[in-house]
């Protein structure tokens, strides 16, 4: 399969569809309404690499608690919304990116694996991203196996498609919880690095946010988001 450099499209050829109950994106869910999605296996499917103990563990009692505290989070800023009171944002924002996260990487986690062994091959258009981003498997596995061996402390490795460079790329996660909900795509963002207004407003950041709302291209708001739920993340 032939990939130019600029333009191509996304993945969209593999036939296989993970059941909809462990894509925690696939349907709206109203704040505090998320849950902890089964188990595509057994318990002990995994027995060749992981424990069924480890995995019962992992499963119901780690992943269960940042769904609890995901919802938690979620309905804690509801309320901030309705009474108007953002005394306690930056706790609450935190716990959205802990828990949001951890539910989010954990059902992709579990979906990650399969207890049959899938034949070592990616199916073709993985495999030619895969060989244009890093020259075929083999190499995508040194660089991937090295990172995820080279996280500090605990976090994660993955490999993700990047729909700004179009393109695939291995990340590290140290702590998930810095203030992101992996997978998520950026639609509006507000630059509040002193670069961006200290010359004009000094430490007045507040002032600064508060006329930056009068620059914003809803418009283009729009189009980012039309095309991202069109499934077409690759033409923004
Ligand atoms: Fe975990």
Not at 5 to 26: D, G, R
Not at 47 to 53: A, L
Not at 59 to 74: G, M, T
């Amino acid at each position: 399969m032939h990939l130019p450099h600029q333009h191509y499209t996304a993945p969209s050829q593999c036939t296989h569809t993970p059941p909809p109950q462990f894509s925690p994106t696939t349907h709206y869910v109203p704040p505090g309404h998320h849950v902890l999605p089964p188990l595509p296996y057994a318990y002990n499917a995994l027995e060749k690499v992981i424990d069924e103990r480890t995995l019962r563990i992992h499963h119901d009692k780690h992943h269960r608690k940042y769904v609890e505290d995901l919802n938690k989070a979620e309905l804690s800023l509801q309320a901030a919304l309705t009474n108007g009171d953002f005394t306690c944002i930056k706790h609450w924002e935190k716990e959205l990116a802990f828990n949001g996260s951890g539910h989010i990487l954990h059902s992709l986690y579990w979906t990650s694996m399969s207890p049959s062994d899938s034949g070592g091959q990616p199916h073709p258009t993985t495999q030619a991203y895969l060989d244009r981003d890093f020259g075929g498997v083999p190499h995508f596995w040194a660089q991937f196996s090295a990172a995820a061996n080279a996280v500090e402390g605990s976090g994660w490795c993955a490999l993700c498609y990047n729909p700004y460079f179009r393109s695939l790329v291995i990340l590290q996660a140290e702590k998930h919880q810095n203030l992101t909900q992996w997978g998520v795509v950026p639609l509006l963002v507000c630059d509040v690095w002193e670069h961006a207004y200290y010359l004009r407003y000094q430490n007045e950041r507040a002032q600064y946010v508060k006329n930056w709302f009068a620059l914003v291209n809803w418009p283009e708001v729009e189009l980012r988001l039309a095309h991202f739920l069109a499934g077409r993340p690759d033409q923004r």
